[in-house]
C-alpha cells in the first residue's frame, strides 16, 4: 500500500482539494452558475475525471486486499482443520495398532501360560557389519519381574528376536538373532531332530542365519517354519524363529546347510518387545 502513495498521487489530491475550495468558494460567492463557477467546472473537468479514477482505483485495491485478506484467513483454517483431521487419524492407526499387538500377545500368552513377560521398547540401535545388539528400556531396577542375562526377547506375535546379553539398572543389551554369536536348537517343521540353529557373519548383512550340518535323514524344503527346540534352559520350546529359504549342499559334496530368514526382520523397525523372564523347562 505504501507503494501506491507516490508523489503523483499526493499531487492529484492536492490539485482535487484545491479544485474542491474554489468550487465552493465560486458558488458562494458569485452564485451556482455564476461565470466563475462555469470556467472551473470546464477548467477543472479532466481534474475531476482523473479524481474519480483515482478513487475508484484505491476502491478496487482495497476490495481486493480484502478480499485476499479472507482468502488467506480460509486457507489457514482449511490448513489447520486438515491437521487435525491428520492428527485424530494418527492417532487412530496407532490404536489399532496396539489394540492388535495386545490381541497377538493375549492369543501366545493363551497358548504359552507358563511364561512370565516384561513389556519394554527399544531405545537403541548399534547393529553394524560385525554384530547386530540393540538396548531395551528395561533393567533390574525398573521392571516388575527380574530381568536377566539369556532372557529370550520376542514380539508380541512371539518370534523370537535376539536374548539379554547385559543388564544395567535402567536398560539391558540384546543380541539378536542373526548376530554371529546367536546360536539356539530348533525344529525345522515337523521334525523330530533339533539342528543348531546360528548367526553367520556372511548371512548378517542381509538378515540372514544358518542351518549346518543337516543330516540326511531330515527333510527340510524352503518354506519350513523353524521354531526353538527348548533343549537346555536358554529358549523355550515352541518359539518361532523364522522359515527357510534355500538349501544346499557343501561345496564339497558331503553334508548339507540352509539359509533361514528371520519372521521378523531385524532391523530399526522394532519398537515394542517383551522379555520372557521366566518359564516352565520341558524335556
Not at 535376539?162 to 554369536?181: K, M, N, P, Q, R
Amino acid at each position: 500500500m505504501k507503494a501506491l502513495l507516490t508523489k503523483k498521487t499526493v499531487v492529484i489530491a492536492a490539485i482535487a482539494l484545491l479544485i474542491s475550495i474554489v468550487t465552493i468558494v465560486s458558488v458562494n460567492v458569485f452564485d451556482s452558475s455564476g461565470p466563475v463557477t462555469a470556467l472551473v467546472n470546464v477548467a477543472t473537468r479532466p481534474l475531476k475525471t482523473l479524481a474519480t479514477s483515482v478513487a475508484r482505483t484505491f476502491e478496487s485495491i482495497y476490495s481486493s486486499i480484502y478480499r485476499f485478506d479472507a482468502l488467506q484467513e480460509e486457507y489457514e483454517k482449511a490448513l489447520s482443520d486438515l491437521a487435525d483431521l491428520q492428527r485424530a487419524n494418527s492417532e487412530s492407526e496407532m490404536l489399532l495398532r496396539d489394540n492388535n499387538n495386545l490381541r497377538a500377545l493375549l492369543g501366545f500368552r493363551e497358548r504359552h501360560a507358563d511364561h512370565v513377560y516384561e513389556e519394554a521398547t527399544v531405545v537403541d540401535w548399534s547393529s553394524n557389519n560385525f554384530s547386530s545388539s540393540f538396548t531395551i528400556s528395561k533393567g533390574y531396577a525398573n521392571s516388575e519381574t527380574p530381568i536377566a542375562r539369556g532372557n529370550s526377547v520376542i514380539t508380541e506375535y512371539g518370534v523370537l528376536i535376539g536374548y539379554i546379553t547385559e543388564v544395567s539398572a535402567l536398560d539391558s543389551t540384546v543380541v539378536s538373532i542373526i548376530d554371529t554369536t546367536f546360536s539356539a536348537s530348533a525344529y525345522v517343521s515337523d521334525s523330530a531332530d533339533p539342528v543348531t540353529l546360528k548367526g553367520d557373519f556372511s548371512l548378517m548383512s542381509s538378515g540372514l542365519m544358518l542351518l549346518d550340518h543337516l543330516s540326511e535323514d531330515i527333510i527340510i524344503l524352503p518354506g519350513d517354519s523353524v521354531i526353538t527346540a527348548g533343549v537346555g534352559e536358554k529358549f523355550p520350546v515352541g518359539l518361532v524363529i523364522g522359515e527357510v529359504v534355500e538349501v544346499h549342499r557343501h561345496t564339497t559334496g558331503i553334508g548339507r546347510f540352509a539359509t533361514v530368514r528371520p519372521m521378523r526382520a531385524i532391523n530399526n523397525s522394532i519398537s515394542n518387545i517383551y522379555v520372557i523372564t521366566s518359564f516352565e523347562v520341558t524335556g
